[in-house]
Structure formats: C-alpha cells, structure tokens
C-alpha cells in the first residue's frame, strides 16, 4: 500500500495537470477572442449608419445632430454677443447611408432603374433617420442662438429664423407659406440636415391655387449648410448665393402662375450671384419637371441678377429639365467649375428642354467644365 505521503503527490500531480490544462484552454479562448475582435470591429465602425457617426480611422466635422432635445418655439430676444462669422463653405456632417459612387451604370441608358442604384439621392436615402415626431401646427420664430429643433412634424406653416448657429435636423415640413425654412439677414451658421421638406401644393400664399416659393431661403450673408433632405412643391426650391447643398433629393417641382399673374420661375437651385463667399452644389439629385412655357427654368440657375456669379463648384450631381438644365451665370462669371455631373434625358432628349447649358462663359477665369455626361454617358459640352 502507498503511503500517504504518496497519495497526496499524486493529488497534487492530478490537481496541476488540471490547472494547467485549464489554463490551456483559457489562453486559447483569449487569443480566439482577439482575432474574432480584429476581423468583426473594423467592419461593425465602418458600418455607421446614424446621423453624424464616425466609421472607423474618420473623424466627425460637425458633430451628431439631436435626436432628444425637446422641441419648442423659442421667443427668448437674440443674445447681444458678436454674430458669429459665417465659413466660406460648411463642412457636411457624416451621411447616415452610404451611396455608391455617382454614375452611370453600364448599359443603362434614360432613367435608373432608381436613382440610388446609379449612386444618387432620391426618397430612400434622404429624409429623416427617425420615425417618431412631435406634431405642431403654423409658422414658428426662432430667436435663440444655437437651438436644435429636431423630430418636429410641422404641418401648414413655416420656420422663421432670427438666430445664429441654428440646426434644423431630423424634421418633417410642410408648408402653406412663402417658404419652408428662411434664415434672415444678420444671422449665420444654419445647417437643416436630414428633413422632408415639403409645399402643400395648391395652398400658397400667392393665392388660390397658387404655390409656395421657396423650400430654404437664404437672406443672410451668410453660407448655411443645406444636406440630406428629401424637398418638393415649391417654385425655387433652394435659392441662395453662398453655402453648402449637398446630397439632397429636389423633384416633383409644380408650375403656378403667382401673385404679380405671371408663371413662377421654377429652379431646384436658383442663385443670384454678388456673392464670393462661395457656393458648393455637390452629390444632388435636382429634377425640374416643369413645362419650359410654364415658367419651367433650370435644375440650376446661376443668375447675375444682383451682381457678377462666382465661386461655384457644380459636381457629381444628376440633373433634368428645365428649359436649360444649368444657365452657367453670363458675362463675367467666375471661378464657375463645373465637374462630373449626369445630365439626364428623363425630361427632354436634350436634359433641358433647349439644351444641357446656356450662357456659359467659357472665357471666364477659373471656369472649368469637366467630365460631364449625359444619363447615356455621351460627352455634354457647353
């Protein structure tokens, strides 16, 4: 018979073997554990989908919109600190879905199948991220500096802007009124990211039957940032000189004839030069469906109606209709670039219903007109 002695080293061999084996077996599900984490994290960062999200090695240049604040009117006076200055062009926020690079598929010709497909805005990729909102009703005046409205519903009325470095997010719009969202002169710093913003057609102000002008009205002297919204039904959907209008989805634009008797100019975009502060139209999908003879005038019309056109970046947009899709802004424009574009035949086999592009400068400093094709992928030239 074994001695005692021997009972317990053979214990305690048992016992350690088993120890050991369990760490072992701990080790390798660590080092398991890492690989899964290498392979998994990258692709799970880079997947970012919600308003400002950073994917992975990026970095976020304007922030995460507000889901949570409550909404409400503010009626508190202007703060009497400076205005603070406007940036030559706002920098967009992260899009919360990722699109394909713009163009035209091979063998496609007219229309996409859907616009995304091709790599632009249209109805799924624009608009609100969220799906529960506050309902209000009528205009709003907005007076304090730096307010968030976000997850609004507002129905028949209009929001009016007297304050700096306000953020219009995650909304719905629908408006009786002049316009959707106007920014007045003195103030800066708007951005409206990720809305619908919409005309009540048939129900403007010009009077029965009449439309509403403008989706965002620029006053100010200001660049704003204009992204990532889904806007219909109104005459100039987004008229201003300077500012960043970026991956938005402007269509189903109506004809009307307005409070002075005459048909509405009708633009997706419409500027009116005597601005250099700059303005970028990048990544849009700007359809203008309107009859030429029904005020039906441009997806873009850079219009030296109050001074010289210049400072504008034209690229990767798709762009139909009008009577010329873009008017390129006349003698002595600019620093007009003009770059990547499709010019589609959905309306007209010309893009617009004359031709792709009138009173271009081609003379101009700084013009640049570069790789821009039509929904066929033949060569436009001005």
Not at 328 to 338: C, F, K, L, T, W
Request: glycine letters at 14%; aromatic letters at 8%; charged letters at 10%.
């Amino acid at each position: 018979m074994a001695s005692p002695g021997v009972h317990r080293r053979f214990r305690l061999f048992r016992d350690a073997r088993v120890w050991i084996a369990l760490a072992v077996v701990g080790a390798l599900l660590v080092i398991a554990a890492g690989v899964v984490w290498l392979v998994w994290y990258p692709s799970y960062a880079n997947s970012c989908q919600g308003p400002g999200c950073v994917a992975l090695g990026e970095t976020s240049s304007s922030g995460s919109p507000s889901d949570t604040m409550s909404p409400g009117d503010a009626t508190a006076t202007p703060t009497s600190s400076p205005i603070a200055s406007a940036s030559a062009v706002a920098t967009p926020s992260a899009s919360p879905k990722t699109s394909p690079k713009p163009g035209i598929p091979p063998g496609r010709t007219g229309k996409c199948p859907s616009l995304s497909a091709c790599g632009f805005p249209d109805a799924s990729n624009t608009g609100p991220t969220i799906t529960s909102f506050t309902q209000r009703t009528g205009n709003a005046t907005i007076r304090q500096d730096g307010q968030v409205i976000s997850g609004w519903d507002l129905r028949m009325g209009m929001l009016d802007i007297y304050a700096n470095n306000v953020t219009v997010t995650q909304c719905k719009i629908l408006s009786n009124g002049w316009w959707g969202i106007n920014l007045r002169p003195g103030y800066s710093g708007l951005k409206i990211t990720y809305c619908d913003i919409h005309a009540a057609v048939g129900q403007g102000p010009d009077g029965p039957g009449k439309g509403s002008d403008y989706a965002v009205s620029n006053m100010s002297s200001s660049s704003i940032e204009v992204g990532w919204n889904d806007i219909a039904g109104f005459g100039n959907a987004l008229s201003m000189s300077s500012g960043n209008i970026h991956d938005n989805y402007v269509h189903d634009l109506p004809t009307f004839i307005n409070a002075g008797g005459e048909w509405q100019h009708v633009d997706a975009i419409i500027s009116g030069g005597d601005d250099t502060r700059g303005l970028t139209i990048r990544h849009n999908t700007l359809l203008n469906s309107a009859a030429h003879n029904r005020g039906g005038t441009a997806a873009i019309g850079l219009f030296p109606d109050n001074g010289v056109v210049s400072n504008t970046l034209i690229q990767d947009n798709w762009l139909a209709g009008g009577a010329y899709a873009v008017y390129g802004g006349s003698n002595g424009a600019n620093g007009i670039r003009v770059i990547n574009n499709v010019f589609s035949t959905e309306y007209w086999p010309n893009c617009g219903y004359y031709g792709p592009v009138a009173h271009w400068n081609a003379g101009g400093a700084g013009n640049v007109w570069s790789g821009n094709v039509t929904s066929e992928g033949k060569a436009v030239n001005p």
